[in-house]
């Protein structure tokens, strides 16, 4: 890229003129104090002569064109030799330029010639203060104090670079290179001043100098002698040490000039001399390098006739400084920048944005790693990012990419985790939170709903270290918190003042959100909360923090403006103030290093920079616009600056992984590198687990497919609940953790069964799952279906012991066997929409409603549900002139079989042939679901997650439960069915085909009739014959486990196990199981061995105990190991096992004692799930102790 502008060379006739030409020169950049402008001067010639002779030479070069000379402020120099170019930095144009000198024409006085500037990079800050070339590769790089970073770029073409380093220092300064080594060297001057130095790429960094340093500034590298040499400015002294011995170290002392207000610079070593720019005294002083004697000062303007200036950087442009080096890096032809790796061998690296090709390792494709670090912001219907340089390209084009869009939606609320490259953000329209990874092509990538039905989202916040995520809802004055996929959502606050924005540190385990007029912090799990910072009659939006910092931002409409304090509270400040800003309304705020960019509410975005004089003050730079949009949300800066890793040394509270066992649900970051366990409603935390005490009958059930949690909702107030989690009525909450599902949508229960029944959607399949209520570690596929039906209903049909399901894409509904789930039958019905059917289990009844007649009809399931049914179905309810159906379900408390239905916004009750208005709600609510027991009716809608109920009798209506991710297929499940009287129809034989709908042939014998006779009559033989067997092998197993008993009883620990078996069997009536998890345990008596004092088949107890390593009843055999002596000599605890809590026991468990143990009955065709042993319990803190014991574990 070349500028229009020129560089126009002068030399000044002095005793004899010259160019700034390519030749031997001693080079530096000065700014004048008069007009403030940036030139490069130079002496030509060598300074062996001109230092002992005097300055005969002098040349000068500036702008042509008046406004750019006005502009320009040069600063950091660097050259190429081979090449005849200078490269330097521009602080006023914020680019880096190169220009190409020429020999200049023998001639008197004053010669002029035009040289065009090309750019090579655009977007630096006003810092960029060292600079140096790779020769060898004709790479060029930089320090950039406000970014922070280290740059590289192929220093022939424009914006080809890469930032090789960003992380870990602050403020760097100076720069140097030694590719016949290919080592990269830098100092930096932030809180902990230093030197170090790393590849020509990057990598290997070390400290190399990191003591008794105070502001190393200018570095030089004299390569013939094998030294670094640097300026510390504070400490007034000139510095060397060997390259390869960074301990041993010379010193210059030269405070006798500046005292304590040293201003050295720029540092330059050439041959046998030290050349330094002294800005105090704006001088370039000459040192001998071998005793440090001044040599020489000079006026760094040379001449009275050139204007007087700070001298700033410093070079020698000589050829004997850049030895020809026959690098690979011509061999290659990289496509994108070459870096040296010291003597002749190279590699290629990629600019920003892009990665090298795996197939030739040379040329560059588009990266699938999003870029960084960029602005990224919400404008409504579109999510779009700019390059944070963007606030310094002042005279370059800005790269607005908008990467997401989705006409008609409003995008608000943005957060993201940078280290799993994800972006979560609100969508209003409806009503969700989404999660999106950050491939470069976004629009091809994961996209998914991980909360719904959110209300209005005005703040989002990821903890980077925990996994969790937390936001804001405004209109309910809620804040929530679960995982980052959306499980385990909680309400952590309530009862808030229109929480808007929200930030965390899980750095400090702190949490902070804004109300419209304060803001408060808390800990990560919502306890401490206090007022942080109160403004009467403001109006607080969004918020950040910079943790680096250690400050926080906000926006403050009511200025409107942006203010700013420490993360304590402390030291409170204005940062942009409205007559600046021209009255614009502020929505979100975002900062990077020192550079800080907001959003108008408008289409607009803006960038500023703290100002140095002053931190209260923002200067603002420019500002970017979207044409197409007229709102602008929420802004973010995608870097790893706004969330920087735990220090070093520091272990992660909430990983599994160290001493501390991880929490099974939601694991919230405290202050003090402390962490604490939480649950999500409907369970109860005992020693870092969540419980639940399921319910059998009386009670509401329902799905968060986003937490992956059915829960039960107790109608019986009498029944003892689960501790009331978050202070509502949500403590009468159940929760079952459908631990192996997807995206569960649909939910049903099987009363004889006691278990779950899930409709599971995923990318590839759906399918019906099936789980224990008291037993929720394994599941079972039930049933794979096609991708191509929309299931809507989801039914388990009790006393048939079949799932219903309805599939709205044909309309039509099947049964699916139990006993044979490969048998999926078509039932007579036709027409169903979404969930408008029903069944009554008592009396076999299956209730629709048809979505083209509106008529609701009735079949039963001993006469005419089948499709090959001969039996006409019933019409029960007909000219339904209303909205349509878009469910129903039976009132099971009324023994006249009263229907409920709803539409959009109406509840009505069909009884007798006619309907009875029962509720209207509001247009907007849009019903999803409802239940009636007794008088009240419970109800769920489309954009809530909550349960409302309304009295028929007092028309009072509220709010039954609230805080979930989601809700999904609300039912009501009383007492079950008892002695039902009606008889079963028999399946139909074959499973559901198309064919299976048609009427069928009679049966007639073909000419293979008696062929197959005796074919059958084979077959009946050999069932005949497994039958024996199998009998043979039943018996000789009595046998044997008779005999296992009798030892199990003779065992030592016998009396404890029976003590503890005998509280178990003694549990209250109604207390028919409970699930832990350490103990899973039926209290029925049902099963094998009812003899015995133990727990029956399938639900087995395990304890420790000081004697025993493992204990185990499975299928009613006794299991025990020994604990090795030498386990018993290291002290290892096993705590009493309490009799009096059976909800809670210690788990043992050795190395080869699971080896004995019989598998469970398998759980399926299911890949995924394995059989039950002792080690697939959950376990809390797991201690291995070696003394000799070969790794035996002990486990909570």
Not at 549 to 564: C, E
Not at 688 to 700: A, I, K, M, Q, R
Request: glycine letters at 6%.
């Amino acid at each position: 890229m070349q500028l229009s502008v020129h560089l126009l060379l002068i030399a000044e006739a002095l005793r004899s003129a010259s160019c700034l030409s390519h030749e031997r020169t001693l080079m530096w950049t000065i700014k004048s104090i008069a007009d403030g402008s940036v030139d490069i001067r130079g002496v030509p010639g060598d300074p062996a002569d001109w230092i002992v002779n005097g300055i005969k030479r002098v040349s000068n070069s500036y702008f042509t064109d008046p406004t750019s000379k006005q502009i320009s402020r040069r600063l950091a120099l660097a050259f190429q030799y081979s090449t005849k170019r200078v490269f330097f930095s521009d602080q006023g144009f914020k680019q880096i330029f190169r220009i190409v000198l020429e020999p200049v024409p023998s001639a008197n006085g004053t010669v002029y010639y035009s040289v065009p500037i090309e750019v090579v990079y655009g977007g630096i800050s006003t810092q960029v203060n060292g600079m140096a070339m790779d020769w060898a590769s004709g790479s060029l790089y930089w320090t950039d104090a406000l970014y922070n970073w280290i740059t590289v770029a192929n220093a022939s073409d424009y914006n080809m670079a890469k930032h090789i380093v960003f992380t870990g220092f602050s403020r760097p300064m100076g720069l140097a290179v030694y590719p016949q080594k290919g080592q990269l060297f830098w100092s930096s001057i932030g809180a902990v001043p230093k030197i170090e130095r790393s590849t020509l790429g990057g990598e290997s960094r070390v400290n190399f100098v990191d003591s008794d340093v105070d502001r190393p500034l200018g570095l030089s590298v004299d390569y013939k002698a094998g030294h670094l040499y640097w300026i510390d400015d504070l400490r007034d002294t000139v510095e060397r040490v060997p390259l390869d011995d960074p301990t041993s170290r010379w010193t210059m002392h030269i405070g006798y000039r500046h005292s304590l207000t040293g201003k050295l610079f720029g540092l330059a070593v050439f041959e046998d001399f030290i050349f330094a720019t002294d800005q105090l005294n704006m001088t370039i002083d000459i040192f001998n390098k071998s005793s440090g004697v001044m040599i020489k000062s000079f006026n760094a303007s040379v001449t009275v006739n050139l204007p007087k200036g700070i001298p700033y950087d410093i070079l020698m442009y000589d050829s004997s400084l850049q030895e020809e080096i026959d690098s690979d890096c011509n061999r290659l032809r990289c496509s994108d920048i070459c870096i040296s790796d010291g003597g002749r061998k190279a590699h290629c690296i990629c600019q920003e944005g892009s990665s090298l090709s795996l197939e030739d390792r040379t040329s560059c494709v588009e990266s699938a790693t999003f870029r960084m670090p960029q602005y990224l912001f919400s404008v409504g219907e579109a999510l779009c990012g700019v390059d944070v340089i963007a606030a310094d390209q002042e005279y370059v084009p800005i790269d607005v990419r908008c990467f997401y869009n989705v006409s008609g939606h409003r995008m608000v609320a943005l957060g993201f985790n940078v280290y799993e490259g994800v972006l979560f953000f609100s969508d209003q329209k409806d009503r969700v939170i989404h999660r999106m990874t950050l491939p470069n092509d976004v629009n091809s990538s994961a996209i998914d709903v991980i909360v719904a039905n959110t209300g209005y989202v005005s703040g989002l916040a990821v903890d980077w270290i925990a996994d969790n995520l937390y936001w804001t809802v405004e209109d309910r004055g809620l804040l929530m918190v679960s995982r980052v996929t959306g499980r385990y959502a909680k309400v952590l606050l309530r009862g808030l003042d229109r929480p808007q924005s929200v930030a965390v540190n899980p750095l400090n385990g702190t949490l902070y959100w804004a109300t419209p007029d304060t803001i408060y912090i808390a800990n990560m799990d919502g306890t401490n909360a206090k007022i942080l910072v109160n403004i009467p009659r403001s109006q607080f939006d969004g918020m950040v923090l910079d943790i680096r910092a250690d400050l926080l931002f906000w926006v403050d409409r009511s200025l409107p403006g942006i203010r700013s304090c420490r993360m304590n509270g402390s030291d409170l400040a204005i940062v942009l103030r409205s007559d600046v800003t021209q009255n614009m309304t502020l929505l979100d705020v975002t900062v990077y290093q020192n550079y800080i960019a907001w959003t108008d509410g408008l289409n607009s975005v803006y960038f500023g920079m703290t100002s140095s004089s002053s931190s209260s003050l923002v200067n603002i730079l420019r500002g970017v616009r979207h044409a197409a949009a007229n709102t602008s949300h929420d802004i973010i800066t995608y870097d790893f600056y706004l969330q920087p890793p735990l220090d070093p040394g520091k272990t992660n509270p909430c990983d599994i992984d160290n001493d501390v066992h991880g929490c099974s649900q939601l694991c919230l970051l405290t202050p003090s590198s402390g962490s604490q366990c939480s649950c999500s409603a409907g369970f109860t935390l005992v020693d870092n687990y969540c419980v639940s005490e399921p319910l059998t009958h009386d009670f509401l059930l329902f799905v968060d497919p986003y937490s992956k949690i059915a829960y039960q909702y107790d109608l019986n107030p009498m029944t003892p609940s689960s501790e009331n989690v978050d202070g509502s009525e949500n403590g009468r909450l159940r929760g079952i953790a459908l631990r192996s599902a997807n995206i569960p949508s649909l939910v049903a229960y099987d009363y004889q069964l006691r278990e779950i029944f899930w409709f599971d959607e995923d990318r590839l399949k759906n399918s019906v799952k099936q789980i224990s209520i008291f037993e929720t570690v394994h599941y079972h596929t039930v049933s794979t279906l096609s991708k191509e039906m929309t299931v809507s209903r989801l039914e388990a049909v009790d006393n048939y012991g079949d799932l219903l399901l309805t599939d709205s894409a044909t309309g039509s509904v099947f049964l699916i066997s139990l006993a044979n789930t490969n048998n999926l039958q078509k039932l007579v019905m036709q027409n169903v929409y979404e969930s408008a059917i029903a069944v009554d289990e008592c009396a076999g009844d299956i209730y629709w409603a048809d979505g083209v007649t509106n008529d609701v009809n009735r079949c039963n399931l001993s006469e005419s549900c089948f499709s090959d049914s001969a039996v006409e179905f019933t019409t029960v309810f007909s000219a339904w002139n209303k909205s349509r159906i878009l469910g129903m379900d039976i009132v099971q408390s009324d023994e006249e079989k009263t229907l409920i239905v709803w539409t959009e916004n109406e509840i009505h009750s069909l009884r007798n042939g006619a309907s009875t208005l029962l509720l209207i709600v509001d247009e907007s609510f849009s019903l999803s679901g409802a239940v009636m027991a007794d008088n009240i009716i419970y109800f769920t809608s489309a954009f809530h997650n909550a349960i409302f109920q309304h009295d028929t009798k007092t028309k009072s209506t509220g709010v039954t439960v609230d805080g979930f991710s989601e809700i999904s297929d609300l039912k009501l499940f009383l007492s079950p069915c008892r002695n039902t009287s009606y008889t079963i129809a028999p399946h139909p034989s074959a499973p559901y085909t198309e064919s299976a709908v048609q009427k069928k042939d009679e049966a007639k014998l073909g000419p293979g009739a008696i062929a197959g006779i005796v074919i059958g009559a084979i077959v009946f033989l050999l069932l005949l014959i497994l039958l024996l067997v199998l009998l043979v092998v039943l018996l000789r197993r009595r046998r044997d486990k008779q005999a296992a008993e009798t030892a199990a009883y003779s065992n030592p620990t016998y009396d404890r196990l029976s003590s503890i078996a005998s509280t178990l069997s003694h549990m209250p009536e109604g207390a028919e199981g409970f699930s832990s998890p350490y103990v899973s345990f039926n209290n029925n008596n049902e099963g094998e061995n009812k003899d015995s004092p133990f727990p029956p088949a399938y639900n087995d107890l395990y304890f420790s105990d000081e004697a025993i390593a493992a204990t185990g009843i499975f299928d009613g055999y006794l299991y025990t190991k020994e604990v090795p002596e030498c386990e018993k000599k290291s002290g290892l605890p096993f705590p009493e096992v309490s009799a009096v809590d059976p909800a809670i026991f210690l788990i043992g468990a050795a190395g080869d004692a699971e080896s004995k143990v019989p598998a469970r009955p398998s759980t399926g065709d299911d890949p995924s799930v394995t059989d039950f042993h002792p080690s697939s319990l959950p376990t809390d803190d797991d201690a291995t102790h070696a003394d000799g014991c070969n790794g035996f574990s002990a486990k909570k």
